[in-house]
């Protein structure tokens, strides 16, 4: 049997509507003694059933996967992965030779929060990000090869920078089906070929979640002046390298712009059009003058948490104005977002302001989100977190 959690009276609302978290707010009691990650029954304070999830101590105190009975066992888990897949096909985007690299389980989005599952060829890479998928990785993990009809070969864990810190379950990352002969490999995301390495690399080795952003530059960079800011593996870049005149890559980091390099070379060998630099972003875009009629502006989460979330406005108005200001007459502006805890409003409203400040006549060409393999669950509007704006100033 496991552990029951009795919500008090009224917070039972948000469960019905499906919102997939319980926070410890709205806990009246707890029954059983669970541990961090074990299954745990919720109910209302009238003792009718409501949802099954992972418990945790902290301030999500249930991570719901199922809102009707349920045994969470090796074929339920076998289910949901299956239902994963089968979206993925559905939606076009597995089972494509020209694209390798795509998201298999997305969180909340596929009804399994704490987990990510990302395919880069035949190898998965996966992150538990609570102790309930943690405890279940090994499971998790012999299922992927039997749902992907035996695409996966191999399964990386790369849990150890995503499992809550106070859990202190000391996880290490490592093979926990087959393994990959070297480091990383080579795939493929719309034709174009990337280097990534998963087991180096930030988050899970590749931004995936650019996909379509990144098609959607290549209408645009046709003879301008690219200039891509926080580049990381130059995914934006070699985009643009289709047809630019020219197209620099901008990360404070030197292994990224290494990686970006290489990148562009695997795709366009050695073309004089495309150059890195390594530096701050921000003293970068202050320094230049008005050269680059397209700019990328990608930058990591400026807000990690709620109480970030001023200074993190604060950032991207600041960034935002000094690319908008300093883009040639005619230019396009690719601006995003990825910070969960700023909202579409936020981020739009700090780009306005922007604006304003340098007084030029922009307007706006699209809105960009996730692409379909990050799908965001109607029930948990916090599971969309990345934005785009992109803009055409005069
Ligand atoms: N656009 C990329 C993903 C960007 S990730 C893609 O499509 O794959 C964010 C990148 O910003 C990281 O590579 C990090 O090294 C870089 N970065 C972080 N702070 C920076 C700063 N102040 N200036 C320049 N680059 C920065």
Redesign the pocket.
């Known amino acids: 049997m496991p552990a029951n959690i009795i919500l008090k009276k009224g917070k039972e609302q948000s469960v019905r509507r499906y919102h997939p978290w319980i926070f410890s707010g709205a806990v009246a009691s707890v029954n059983g003694n669970p541990s961090e990650g074990d299954v745990v029954d919720v109910f209302a304070w009238d003792k009718t059933y409501l949802a099954t999830g992972h418990w945790a101590p902290g301030s999500i105190a249930v991570r719901i996967f199922s809102f009707t009975k349920c045994n969470p066992d090796h074929g339920f888990f076998r289910k949901r992965l299956e239902e994963a897949m089968a979206f993925r096909i559905n939606a076009g985007i597995a089972g494509k030779p020209e694209t390798t690299v795509w998201r298999l389980v997305h969180g909340e989005g596929d009804g399994l929060p704490g987990l990510i599952v990302d395919i880069y060829g035949s190898i998965a890479v996966m992150q538990a990000h609570t102790a309930g998928f943690w405890k279940i990785r090994e499971m998790i993990a012999q299922l992927l090869p039997e749902v992907t009809g035996g695409l996966v070969t191999a399964v990386y864990d790369k849990s150890e920078g995503t499992l809550p810190f106070m859990a202190r379950l000391n996880p290490s990352n490592g093979y926990l089906v087959g393994e990959n002969g070297e480091p990383g490999a080579v795939v493929t995301e719309n034709g174009y070929r990337f280097r990534v390495d998963w087991e180096k690399g ?1 988050k899970t080795g ?2 995936i979640d ?1 996909r379509d952003s ?1 098609s959607l530059l290549s209408r645009y960079s046709n003879g301008r002046r690219v200039l ?6 130059g ?2 870049s070699v985009y643009a390298m289709k047809n630019a005149e020219l197209v620099h890559t ?4 030197a292994a ?1 712009t290494a990686l970006a390099d290489e990148n562009v070379k695997l795709n366009f060998g050695d073309d004089p059009r495309h150059h890195c630099y390594t ?4 003293t970068y875009l202050a320094g230049m003058e008005r050269e680059y009629d397209l700019i ?1 502006l ?3 989460a400026f807000a990690k948490h709620q109480t970030a979330l001023n200074q993190a406005l604060q950032g991207y108005r600041r960034l935002n104005a000094l690319a908008i200001h300093k883009i040639r007459p005619g230019g396009l502006l690719f601006t995003f977002s990825c910070s969960q805890v700023v909202s579409r409003d936020d981020f739009r409203r700090s780009v306005f302001v922007a604006a304003a400040n340098t007084g030029r006549n922009v307007r706006i060409l699209h809105q960009t989100g996730q692409p379909a393999d990050h799908p965001v669950n109607i029930y948990h509007p916090e599971s969309e977190y990345l934005k785009g704006l992109i803009l055409y100033i005069e």
Do not use: C, E, K, L
């Open positions: 930030q590749f931004f650019q990144r891509n800011m926080f580049g990381y593996t995914g934006f901008v990360d404070s980091s990224a530096t701050d972003a921000f990328i990608d930058p990591p």
